[in-house]
Antibody, heavy 122, light 106 residues
């Protein structure tokens, strides 16, 4: 069965960096585009970033552009997001989620991980 | 950017009630709309995609409809397990979520 497991969250000071990982299993990882979506405490869902199945295209929300970098290792079935220059407003649960379309993107999100909490605080 | 607006923000209904949640897009999204259910402390769960397609394993009491910029999620007969927050999401142009509708069981 499809499984997405995030890790790497924790408490970090403003201005510092953190890298999150999402380990995938149960499907052909290299054929699906993937996203990061976050949810601040008590708030709604916010799309953060997306990477194509082959890593050739990447897109970011304006709120993180220039500070976050999404990447993937198709040989290790793992998705990453490098988060630099972190701010208090980046505090959230970060979910990885799968685009349902094969060898493309722009379709609905069908599977989600359980999320990992990032707290940016001094 | 496409903005998504849900209404109501909160609703309280009894078991067996018919419940409708509305989602409006700031421009046409060509039917590329999904609905998710989220329970406290859990990841969102896909219910509906492409406006009205029911995800496998989702009870048939959930249905979606709409076109252009206005869409609805309907629960035909509310069940105790249906509490939670519901989000619409457009995927026509990047990806945007509505602000959520919290459903409480009376």
């Amino acid at each position: 069965q499809v499984e997405l497991v995030e890790s790497g969250g924790g408490v970090v000071q403003p201005g510092r960096s953190l890298r999150l990982s999402c380990a995938a299993s149960g499907f052909t990882f290299s054929r699906h585009s993937l996203h990061w979506v976050r949810q601040a405490p008590g708030k709604g869902l916010e799309w953060v970033a997306m990477i194509w199945y082959d890593g050739s295209r990447k897109y970011y929300a304006d709120s993180v552009k220039g500070r976050f970098t999404i990447s993937r290792d198709n040989s290790k079935n793992t998705l990453f997001v490098q988060m630099d220059s972190l701010r208090a407003e980046d505090t959230a649960v970060y979910y990885c989620t799968r685009d349902s379309r094969l060898d493309s993107s722009g379709y609905h999100f069908d599977y989600w991980g359980q999320g990992t909490l990032v707290t940016v605080s001094s | 950017d496409i903005q998504m607006t849900q209404s109501p923000s909160t609703l309280s209904a009894s078991v067996g009630d018919r419940v409708t949640i509305t989602c409006r897009a700031s421009q046409s999204i060509s039917g590329w709309l999904a609905w998710f259910q989220q329970k406290p402390g859990k990841a969102p769960k896909l219910l509906i995609y492409k406006t009205s397609s029911l995800e496998s394993g989702v009870p048939s009491r959930f249905s979606g409809s709409g076109s252009g910029t206005e869409f609805t999620l309907t629960i035909s007969s509310l069940q105790p397990d249906d509490f939670g927050t519901y989000y619409c999401q457009q995927y026509n142009d990047y990806w945007t979520f509505g602000q959520g509708t919290k459903v409480e069981i009376k």
